[in-house]
């Protein structure tokens, strides 16, 4: 018996060192997509819930940021600060849509129907891209 665990352990071994490494770049897309695609949709749900306007903002070329709105002055502001801030994963940029500001209204309705927007997400280890499209209905589907 003991010889038995003596060899599936070397076997083991060289499995080990013959199983060559993943790359994880495609793992790293799927992930900031998948987060892309939550944060998107939180923020609408947020609109519908919790009866505020909720504003999705890219910031910059991985960063962006959820605000909530308040009423005042004639017009909706941000409260500060944003309720959450993310960044995108190591070598993982926006391609399409920095700069991009989507208001959702109380009825998960974009507030400008005109700011409907794609998002585009690339991965620069494996050039793999990802599409993310928010519709004037407040839709978010990926492409």
Request: proline share 3%; charged share 15%; glycine share 12%.
């Amino acid at each position: 018996m003991i010889e038995v665990c003596a060899v599936m352990g070397i076997i083991g071994v060289f499995l080990a060192l013959a199983v060559p490494h993943v790359n994880n770049g495609a793992f790293v897309l799927n992930m900031a997509d998948q987060q892309l695609l939550a944060d998107l949709r939180g923020t609408r749900m947020d609109a519908l819930t919790k009866g505020d306007h909720f504003r999705f903002r890219v910031t910059a070329a991985s960063t962006y940021v959820e605000e909530r709105m308040q009423l005042g002055g004639g017009g909706w502001s941000a409260i500060s600060p944003a309720l959450k801030s993310r960044t995108l994963p190591s070598g993982v940029t926006f391609i399409s849509g920095v700069g991009t500001t989507l208001e959702f209204n109380t009825r998960g309705l974009l507030v400008i129907p005109q700011a409907a927007a794609n998002l585009e997400i690339k991965d620069a280890h494996t050039g793999i891209g990802r599409e993310i499209t928010v519709w004037p209905s407040g839709q978010v589907a990926q492409l």
